[in-house]
T-cell receptor, first 116, second 111 residues
Framework: GAVVSQHPSWVICKSGTSVKIECRSL??????MFWYRQFPKQSLMLMAT?????????EQGVEKDKFLINHASLTLSTLTVTSAHPEDSSFYIC????????????FGPGTRLTVL | SQQGEEDPQALSIQEGENATMNCSYK?????LQWYRQNSGRGLVHLIL?????REKHSGRLRVTLDTSKKSSSLLITASRAADTASYFC???????????FGTGTRLQVFP
């Protein structure tokens, strides 16, 4: 149980375009979803926390107008990278939790974004 | 930055040897977790240790936690080539639902 999927697993896009990444909890309802970014050979950095039906909470230094997060249902959150640029190229990982307790996060397999 | 630090950054060993990775963190915690990440893949949860625990075992994994020193260690015994991966510790900032990840240790196990 507790499977989280991400789609797409990888995407290549041109600079200036927008890219949407989906995160789904397949067998449980996720009240909270988290979005992380990971640059090569670095650790995961939390970008934002989203709760179903409310606005996402962004970490310091993360532009909310650039990284749009929508948590429209208890099984789906989306991250849209707007007007992507090469420096946005990264590995984006989501996690989902059925509670508000940090020790129950389940991670998706990640999405590799390459912006040309 | 609240990010924890891990050492060593990289570790290379032969199959059969033990691998020890250390993690230090900065804030009070409820629990500390260890994750494994194969190159370009998602995270696999390995083990969780709560702040009132000092040691925990799971198969070939042994985790210790010293809250007075704000540090934890992960020991992998009798390592295998398949253990080659990056290992991250993650702490929950006290009374929040966020996970703060350490800088990671890249482990290479040679057959």
């Amino acid at each position: 149980g507790a499977v989280v999927s991400q789609h797409p697993s990888w995407v290549i896009c041109k600079s200036g375009t927008s890219v949407k990444i989906e995160c789904r909890s397949l067998d449980f309802q996720a009240t909270t979803m988290f979005w992380y970014r990971q640059f090569p050979k670095q650790s995961l950095m939390l970008m934002a926390t989203s709760n179903e039906g409310s606005k996402a909470t962004y970490e310091q230094g993360v532009e909310k107008d650039k990284f749009l997060i929508n948590h429209a249902s208890l099984t789906l959150s989306t991250l849209t990278v707007t007007s992507a640029h090469p420096e946005d190229s990264s590995f984006y990982i989501c996690s989902a939790s059925a509670t508000t307790v940090a020790d129950t996060q389940y991670f998706g397999p990640g999405t590799r974004l390459t912006v040309l | 930055s609240q990010q924890g630090e891990e050492d060593p950054q990289a570790l290379s060993i032969q199959e059969g040897e033990n691998a020890t990775m250390n993690c230090s963190y900065k804030t009070s915690i409820n629990n500390l977790q260890w994750y494994r990440q194969n190159s370009g893949r998602g995270l696999v949860h390995l083990i969780l240790i709560r702040s009132n625990e000092r040691e925990k075992h799971s198969g070939r994994l042994r985790v210790t936690l010293d809250t007075s020193k704000k540090s934890s260690s992960l020991l992998i015994t009798a390592s295998r080539a398949a253990d080659t991966a990056s290992y991250f510790c993650a702490t929950d900032a006290y009374n929040t639902d966020k996970l703060i990840f350490g800088t990671g240790t890249r482990l290479q196990v040679f057959p």
